[in-house]
T-cell receptor, first 114, second 109 residues
Framework: GAGVSQTPSNKVTEKGKYVELRCDPI?????LYWYRQSLGQGPEFLIY????????DSGLPNDRFFAVRPEGSVSTLKIQRTERGDSAVYLC????????????FGPGTRLTVT | GENVEQHPSTLSVQEGDSAVIKCTYS??????FPWYKQELGKGPQLIID?????GEKKDQRIAVTLNKTAKHFSLHITETQPEDSAVYFC????????FGAGTRLTVKP
């Protein structure tokens, strides 16, 4: 079966613009996670969903960041009024159920804010 | 919250030698400890994991050990090969997951 997919693979945007990043989890996985990875660092937790609800959004850096998962499958990470400091690779992962462990990652979206 | 520290940040070994990467964690509630391998331009790939009720786990050339009392866990790679060269991340998790900063492993042929 297919793994986690993310689109676009690369996104270049100008400072102040709005962007949406999409994640398609592994079919049947009920938990979905978003991370941000800066160069030379480990993934940094942003938010996770169990089903449609955001179970923990404590990692979102500020209110410019928002994520949804309306039907419990595909998720969109939304960033408003982008800043140069938002430039990073945004990773999505999914697992069968939150708290069970094994998370499987997508290839990431490289966001560059100019 | 959970804090994971990983050492060393870089590691260079000769092909055939062993490599060891160590991590410590702070939250005693963490009960799941995966290791990921990340190659350039790709997402992290789960290579092995261990749960808090187990002290050691092995899968071919890769093994992981966990000391819950000391809150540290380690990755051991034996008979290293050039294709093992990558960045390795440890993580600790209860409900959400916290990662170490990574170790860049280089295996010289």
């Amino acid at each position: 079966g297919a793994g986690v997919s993310q689109t676009p693979s690369n996104k270049v945007t100008e400072k102040g613009k709005y962007v949406e990043l999409r994640c398609d989890p592994i079919s049947g996985h009920t938990a979905l996670y978003w991370y941000r990875q800066s160069l030379g660092q480990g993934p940094e937790f942003l938010i996770y969903f169990q089903g449609t609800g955001a179970a923990d959004d404590s990692g979102l850096p500020n209110d410019r960041f928002f994520a949804v998962r309306p039907e419990g499958s595909v998720s969109t990470l939304k960033i408003q009024r982008t800043e140069r400091g938002d430039s990073a690779v945004y990773l999505c992962a999914s697992s069968l159920w939150a708290g069970l462990g094994e998370q499987y990652f997508g290839p990431g979206t490289r966001l560059t804010v100019t | 919250g959970e804090n994971v520290e990983q050492h060393p940040s870089t590691l260079s070994v000769q092909e055939g030698d062993s490599a060891v990467i160590k991590c410590t964690y702070s939250d005693s509630a963490s009960n799941y400890f995966p290791w990921y391998k990340q190659e350039l331009g790709k997402g992290p790939q789960l290579i092995i994991d261990i749960r808090s009720n187990v002290g050691e786990k092995k899968d071919q050339r890769i093994a992981v050990t966990l000391n819950k009392t000391a809150k540290h866990f380690s990755l051991h790679i034996t008979e290293t090969q050039p294709e093992d060269s990558a960045v390795y991340f440890c993580a600790a998790s209860s409900w959400d997951m916290r990662f170490g900063a990574g170790t860049r492993l280089t295996v010289k042929p």
